[in-house]
């Protein structure tokens, strides 16, 4: 089970931190990503971490976006910098089985959190 947090409204240029508690005890084997889905848009890719901390964003977001995991606590973070209006969307935190990859693909995540609101304002 992953219980997603963070997310709320911000002004264009600020920063949020998402969080995403699982409760899976073997949280370690998992590659995390997390995705989101803007109104009337399909689901997207944002970034993936896998078990041993590699990690892979899509271009919208490099250099802005910084995933992380912290495998003591069960958690992957998503910290949100200098965000912008087309950040708007729910973001969603999911899990990956097959644990050393990192995969852009949203049917490749087996396991999905409830989603978080986050709302960019220009």
């Known amino acids: 089970q992953l219980q997603a947090s963070g997310g709320g409204l911000v002004q264009a240029g600020g920063s949020l931190r998402l969080s995403c508690a699982a409760s899976e005890r073997t949280f370690t084997r998992y590659a995390m990503g997390w995705l989101r889905q803007a109104p009337g848009k399909e689901r997207e890719f944002v970034a993936a971490i896998n078990w041993n901390g590699s990690s892979y964003y899509a271009d919208s977001v490099k250099g802005r976006f910084t995933i992380s995991r912290d495998n003591a606590k069960n958690t992957v973070y998503l910290q949100m910098n200098s965000l912008k209006p087309e950040d708007t969307a729910v973001y969603y935190c999911?899990?990956?089985?097959?644990?050393?990859?990192?995969?852009?693909?949203?049917?490749?995540?087996?396991?999905w959190g409830q989603g978080t609101l986050v709302t960019v304002s220009s």
């Open positions: 999911a899990a990956d089985g097959l644990g050393k990859l990192l995969r852009v693909g949203v049917r490749s995540y087996d396991y």
